[in-house]
């Protein structure tokens, strides 16, 4: 048997190598081609999640899936532990086979290297007994690598389905707490329950407002058409919503309605709910080279992934922006009392704001400033629409996967006192850390360009969603002696002037 080069056990696929040693690559299998491959066509960003801190807190952030509702993912944080031990081990034990190939591929580049000053048209002849053992090895050491990789991929597909931490401000369970109120509401319940209240369908149907049964036709239950004044109503509201954020410094932004489902997916959107419920619409497509795409829930998500797979730098922030967009929920509910009318549909309009902050720290709240703000941008809107409203502080079970802590403010439906004694979610405010940021890829670059780079935190709140702030307008500013709907001053700029909606 003839010697057998050096190059020739490392490069038999044909890949040049330099007489210098200067190895292109070695073995290459079709398993390595298809992950190159596909790590530069993907289009989805590559998640970096923190699972040092699930190591090192496994039953943390097992409890905290089970305070937040996520009981399949309860055992998750163990069997990541497990799995990265495992890891840990087998990189542990592969040690020394590394070491001793490198050992080897040191000596044939010396002797590439010494051939060449002699005779570089001569191929260095080595002992087929170490090309034997390097063979070997390298086999040895690709096994153990797709060993180490699948751990990898096993850790972090656990990883990326669990929720985020929750803040300490949170209540444990399902039970809210109340922080204020916004307006005076009905001087008692007796006083209201006495009064003729008509629910928003029955008024609209009267005025001329809604139209239910072309919907029902072109698109089925849970879509509607609004009519006259109510389509005027809905652009009044968006307009207002946009003018008070644009008034407090936040930029306007029109998203997109389409997204990549992994892009919804990385801001905690998944296609089904913890309930089993689907919670988003997918679009069917028979381009493979495109990632399946979705209907976007709420323009958070499409205005997530403006910054996905960048690098912001700390004096852009707090970036903050504002957007009108229609959004797509197919967890309508059944059909029923409590989802009749605008209240729970398939298709809405919402404003949405959007922040990206520095990470709270000690003596550094910003993100929890831009939370605030949310909250009070939500308060003067809903108090110069005249809504009587609640805010609360959402229990660990209301905060889906990426909230860290979440604010709802609810409004009194005068139709809805048998369901809830009237109270239904109009806004929701968001607070989500790294949660979003680290599935998209957003880095954050400080002032210290030698520090290590961080994630920004994300904030997003509701500035208005329109079905549910029209039913309520519609609803309370029912006058049943004049048969008129008494519309609130701030919208008359876009409702050209009108004070009132009455019957045609």
């Not at 048997?1 to 044909?14: A, E, R």
């Not at 055992?75 to 495992?86: C, M, Q, R, S, V």
């Not at 197919?330 to 209240?343: D, I, N, P, S, W």
């Amino acid at each position: 048997m003839p010697p057998v080069s050096w190059t020739q056990w490392l490069c038999p696929v044909g890949r040049r190598v330099t007489a210098t040693g200067n190895i292109v690559r070695g073995l290459a299998s079709k398993a390595d081609a298809a992950a190159d491959f596909d790590a530069k066509h993907s289009f989805a960003p590559k998640p970096h999640i923190d699972i040092r801190s699930i190591r090192e807190s496994p039953q943390k952030h097992a409890e905290n899936c089970v305070d937040r509702n996520f009981h399949r993912q309860r055992d998750a944080p163990y069997h990541i532990t497990a799995k990265w031990k495992a890891l840990s081990q087998l990189q542990l034990e592969s040690r020394g086979v590394r070491g001793r190939l490198n050992t080897l591929q040191a000596g044939f580049k010396r002797s590439a290297t010494k051939q060449a000053s002699d005779d570089a048209d001569t191929e260095p002849a080595v002992d087929a007994g170490a090309l034997e053992e390097a063979r070997t090895l390298k086999t040895q050491i690709q096994a153990i690598e797709a060993k180490e990789q699948r751990l990898r991929n096993q850790v972090n597909d656990l990883a990326v389905l669990l929720p985020n931490l929750t803040s300490p401000d949170t209540p444990v369970g399902s039970t809210p707490v109340v922080l204020s109120h916004i307006n005076e509401g009905p001087a008692s319940q007796r006083a209201a329950r006495a009064r003729a209240w008509r629910s928003h369908d029955d008024i609209g149907r009267e005025l001329g407002l809604f139209d239910w049964e072309g919907s029902s036709a072109s698109s089925g239950w849970g879509w509607y058409f609004l009519l006259d004044e109510a389509a005027m109503l809905e652009q009044a509201l968006v307009q207002y919503a946009l003018s008070v954020a644009r008034r407090k410094g936040w930029k306007m932004v029109s998203p997109p309605s389409i997204v990549y489902s992994h892009i919804a997916a990385a801001c905690g959107f998944q296609p089904r709910d913890q309930n089993d419920e689907q919670q988003i619409y997918r679009l069917e497509s028979r381009n493979k080279a495109i990632p399946p795409l979705s209907l976007a829930g709420t323009a958070e998500i499409p205005l997530a992934a403006m910054k996905a797979k960048t690098t912001m730098d700390e004096s852009q922030l707090p970036l903050r922006v504002v957007g009108s967009s229609r959004c797509y929920r197919a967890e309508a509910g059944a059909r029923g009392l409590q989802t009749k009318g605008l209240y729970r549909v398939h298709e809405f309009t919402k404003v949405e704001m959007f922040a990206w902050t520095m990470p709270d720290s000690d003596g550094h709240a910003a993100s929890s400033a831009v939370f605030e703000e949310m909250s009070e941008i939500q308060t003067e809107i809903l108090r110069s629409l005249g809504l009587h409203c609640r805010v609360l502080e959402m229990p660990s079970t209301e905060l889906g996967a990426s909230a860290w802590r979440k604010r709802d403010i609810e409004a009194w439906f005068p139709s809805r006192q048998s369901i809830d004694d009237g109270w239904g979610e109009v806004t929701s405010t968001s607070m989500c850390t790294d949660y979003q940021t680290r599935r998209l890829e957003t880095r954050l670059r400080c002032r210290d360009q030698t520090a290590k780079l961080q994630w920004p935190w994300t904030v997003n709140g509701t500035a208005l969603a329109v079905p549910r702030v029209l039913a309520a307008i519609v609803e309370n500013g029912w006058d049943e002696e004049q048969q008129v709907v008494h519309l609130p001053s701030v919208l008359r700029p876009w409702m050209d002037g009108l004070e009132v909606i009455s019957k045609k």
